[in-house]
Each structure stands twice: as structure tokens, then as C-alpha cells.
Nanobody, 123 residues
Framework: VQLQASGGGLVQSGDSLRLSCAAS????????MGWFRQAPGKEREFVAS????????YYPDSVKGRFTISKDNTKNTVYLQMSSLKPEDTAVYYC?????????????????WGQGTLVTVSS
């Protein structure tokens, strides 16, 4: 599966931003898609995921209520709508696809990654 992420940029604290991730290739094996982020000097962390058939969504407490993941199966695309952004949300955001992608899923077993898109939130 090839993943193309887009939508990052520089915004101010409190602003909103929407990221997109378009999947192509052998997408039939990816039951979940989602987003991770990695800030400088920190480990990559789970941000959101969605089951591509049932639509169940998963978020960590740090973004719950501010971020919303959604999907458009006709376009093989998932979106991450980010609202009330904070400076601590600054990171490179990576799109991911896998047979399983839950908050507890180790990054080592995630099968496909996008190239990352930088989100910078200024205070």
C-alpha cells in the first residue's frame, strides 16, 4: 500500500487544520488506517485510527474531543480534522495503514507508512 499524506502547515494556537491521506495499491489488506505523530526528540505516538469497514474510531486522551478521523472509502482516503490546536501538537504527522491499528498496536508491526507532513502550531 502506498500512502500519500498532505495538509500540514503553520498555524496559530487555537486554529484548525485538516490532514489527508490517500491510499493506493493493494489496499484490501489494510483494515485500519490512522495517524501517528513524532515531535523532535520524542517517540512516535498514536494519534487516531479508524476501522475502514465498520467505522470505529480510536483516540488517545491527549487529542480526544479536538481531533476527528474520518474516511471516504470511495477515494481510499482518510482525514484528520484537528481543532483547538496547541503548540504541543507540533510534530511530523504520519499516515499509517495496517491489518490492525489500535492505540496499543506496536509501531513495529504496522505494515505501511506515509511520508509524513509537518504541523507547526505557534503560540
Amino acid at each position: 500500500v502506498q500512502l500519500q499524506a498532505s495538509g500540514g502547515g503553520l498555524v496559530q494556537s487555537g486554529d484548525s487544520l485538516r490532514l489527508s491521506c490517500a491510499a493506493s495499491g493493494h489496499t484490501y489488506s489494510s483494515f485500519y488506517m490512522g495517524w501517528f505523530r513524532q515531535a523532535p526528540g520524542k517517540e512516535r505516538e498514536f494519534v487516531a485510527s479508524i476501522n475502514l469497514s465498520g467505522g470505529s474510531t480510536y483516540y488517545p486522551d491527549s487529542v480526544k474531543g479536538r481531533f476527528t478521523i474520518s474516511k471516504d472509502n470511495t477515494k481510499n482516503t482518510v482525514y484528520l480534522q484537528m481543532s483547538s490546536l496547541k503548540p504541543e501538537d507540533t510534530a511530523v504527522y504520519y499516515c499509517a495503514a495496517s491489518g490492525l491499528l489500535l492505540p496499543s498496536t506496536p509501531t513495529s508491526i504496522i505494515s505501511d507508512w506515509g511520508q509524513g507532513t509537518l504541523v507547526t502550531v505557534s503560540s
